[in-house]
């Protein structure tokens, strides 16, 4: 451990013959949607990161790109806090990796907070507290390590990890209680990153996890679907099954709306806003039909 100093396939299935078809104003062309998050400040904000540009969707409409300059904006974290900025990593559509970086204009331009490492950190899992918008972890994807600030940025530690990490979730409300979704089930961690226990779907993998405001706990694994825990992991409930593979899982916690993004088993990047018991559901945005 050390202190560095900086300047799937989860197969749903509902019966989507009942629901509207999907109109042009609901295609977009995105590639890859990579993260999504839904303003603290305004909950009718969806913001949605992806592969070569950042869009937002405003009271469920369809999603329209607000940013200036190109990027890949992977493991995008929405801000649990007024006071914070949008976070997120990446790639630069020149090359290379953009490091931890941040917007304070809900996307529409973007400034490096930190490279972490050298060449840059690629980070494809990131999580930021919600009782301390100073404390972020990421994990690179080019398994360099996981990564742990508390002041924003400016300093890390490197972690050690129980395995590859492909999703990460702190508890809104215990800071040192982290969850890790890896190709091998969910870890947890009591002290903050330092050690990791297994408690869940053993040699399965986690692509999605997240916390509401209450600290209920959904996640995404493979032969499950999707799932959700209001125990902080003790025990789990399987969740109505949709036609996506989930990537990237949000929240308006206030309305009981969850948000999720994916591929759909046509191989379709598509968001969809879904109730809390996955009854109901409605299309954000999909690239089917470009």
């Known amino acids: 451990m050390g202190i560095i100093t900086i300047g799937i396939a989860i197969t749903f299935s509902f019966n989507f013959d009942n629901q509207k078809s999907t ?16 303003d603290p400040t305004d909950s009718s904000i969806l913001y949605i990161a992806t592969h070569g ?4 969707s405003r009271d469920g409409a369809p999603p329209v790109k607000v940013d200036k300059i190109r990027a890949d904006y992977m493991a ?66 080019g398994g360099r390590g996981l990564f742990k600030t508390i002041d924003a940025g400016m300093t890390w530690e490197n972690l050690e990890y129980p395995e590859y990490i492909s999703a990460l979730t702190i508890s809104p409300n215990d800071s040192q209680l982290i969850f890790a979704g890896t190709g091998n089930g969910i870890f947890k961690s009591n002290d903050g990153g330092i050690t990791w226990n297994h408690i869940a779907y053993k040699g399965l993998t986690v692509s999605a996890m997240n916390f509401d405001d209450e600290g209920i706990l959904f996640a995404a694994v493979n032969t499950f679907g999707l799932v959700r825990s209001d ?56 690239n089917k039909g470009l």
């Open 76 to 141: 995008f974290n929405a801000p649990n806090n007024k006071d914070s900025p949008l976070y997120a990593s990446g790639h630069l559509s020149s090359g290379g990796n953009t490091g931890l970086i941040k917007s304070n204009d809900g996307g529409v331009t973007w400034q490096q907070v930190a490279k972490v490492l050298e060449p840059a950190v690629d980070f494809h899992a990131m999580t930021l507290s919600n009782s301390d918008p100073n404390l972020i972890l990421g994990f690179d994807s």
């Open 23 to 38: 109109t042009d104003t609901r295609t977009v062309e995105w590639r890859h949607v990579h993260g999504i998050g839904v």
């Open 53 to 56: 540009d950042f869009y937002q």
């Open 231 to 286: 125990d902080l992991g003790v025990s789990w409930e399987d969740l109505p099954d949709i036609d996506l593979t989930v990537t990237s899982i949000a929240f308006d916690s206030s309305n009981k709306i969850l948000y999720v993004s994916g591929f759909s088993s046509g191989g379709f990047q598509e968001v969809y806003k879904l109730s809390y018991d996955v009854t109901s559901y409605e299309i954000i945005g999909t």
